[in-house]
């Protein structure tokens, strides 16, 4: 059996940048990546998500993100995979970790009969396969549609039907954009959406030191992506027009036809669509028992507290593109620090 120094989980923007500097210090390992292909979660993004749209997609360390347009879904795929390739970073896919047990001092990735043994692990397996939707009582009775923006089919498939978009983010203010002007909507947000004009960096830090704070508290954390303001762009302007963006508060219960308030009133709908987020996919550590009693996973930087051999990258406060490629940094200097202090000769 041989063991690697590390083992990074995930080849998204977090575990290139992760593989990328693990490289540049000589430190072996492998990224185990469950896709068939390139591009981490962006190959699964809906096809009108467009590199416009996006917020602005960070770079990766070496290596400008394009300034092309296209879809999201083609453009960083192939972007991702030039830079694989060009760095040789030693990727195995696809690869599906089931579990990761500990055996003395090394760590051991699981999946299906293969396995993987190595002294350290960067975990960067995002959030995509976890869809998160709230539960709201009759949710089970509602007779139309429901589906999750991991679902998005694009606005024809809702032609002639009443869609309530259900989330406060910004793929909520992009499917209304798409959907007003073509069938009927109703937005639906738990807080009244805070509106900026542009990106403002001060808000982006804030939001950034917010979820940091819960992250080293061990609390479960929030999303950076979703709390940095919303915008309306060029293309959401005629849904503006169409009053797309007046929201109603919560609703408090589904019925089979459409969707009730505490106050009694009553709006009928045949699909919903929750832009209700994510949460981080990391169901595959439970061996490892690294969830504290808050619920979170407790991070010092981007090192778990409840065993340091442990990294997680675009997780928390690093999950948004620029923030994983720096939590690549600083999981790559955290894993050689720890593989010289658990080895100086070695290293
Ligand atoms: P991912 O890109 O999700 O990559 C995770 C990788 O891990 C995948 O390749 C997957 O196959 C692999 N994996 C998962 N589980 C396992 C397993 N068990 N075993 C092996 N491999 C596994 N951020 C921005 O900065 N700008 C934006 O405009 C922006 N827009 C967004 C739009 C949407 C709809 C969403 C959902 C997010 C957006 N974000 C944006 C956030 C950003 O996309 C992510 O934070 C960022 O791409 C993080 O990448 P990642 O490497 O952590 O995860």
Known sequence: MTAHSSVVIGAGQAGLSASYHLTRRGVDHVVLDADEAPGGA???????????????????????????????NRVVPAWFAAYERMHRLPVVRPVRVDAVTSEGELLVAQAGARTWHARTLVNATGTWRRPFVPRYPGV??????????????????????????????????????????????????????????????????????????????????????SVTGLALREQ????????????????????????????????????????????????????LHLRSPEGG????????????RVQLVGYGPSASTI????????????????????DPVAV
């Open 297 to 308: 996973i407790q991070l010092d930087g981007t090192t778990a507290v409840g065993d340091p």
């Open 42 to 72: 962006w190959q699964h993004r809906w096809d009108s998500l467009t590199m416009q749209d996006v917020h602005g997609v960070a770079d990766l360390p070496d290596s400008p993100a394009p300034v092309a347009g296209g879809r999201a």
């Open 236 to 287: 959401e302007r005629e849904a503006a027009r169409l009053g797309a963006y007046q929201r109603r508060p919560m609703f408090s219960r589904v019925e089979p036809d459409g969707v009730r308030w505490a106050d009694g009133s009553f709006e009928p709908v045949d699909v919903i669509l929750w832009a209700t987020g994510f949460r981080p996919d990391v169901a595959h550590l439970a061996p």
């Open 140 to 225: 089970e009775t509602f007779a139309g549609e429901q589906l999750h923006t991991v679902d998005y089919p694009g606005a024809e498939h809702f032609l002639g039907r009443r869609v309530l978009v259900v989330g406060g983010g910004a793929s909520a203010v992009q499917f209304l954009g798409e959907l007003a002007p073509v069938t009927d909507t109703l937005w639906v947000t738990r807080r009244p959406p805070v509106w900026r004009d542009g990106f403002d960096r001060e808000v982006g830090r804030a939001a950034v030191a917010l979820v940091e704070e819960r992250v080293r508290r061990g609390l479960p954390p929030a999303s950076v992506v």
């Open 323 to 342: 923030g994983a490629n720096r939590a690549g940094r600083a999981a790559a200097v955290a894993v050689a620090r720890h593989l010289e202090s658990a």
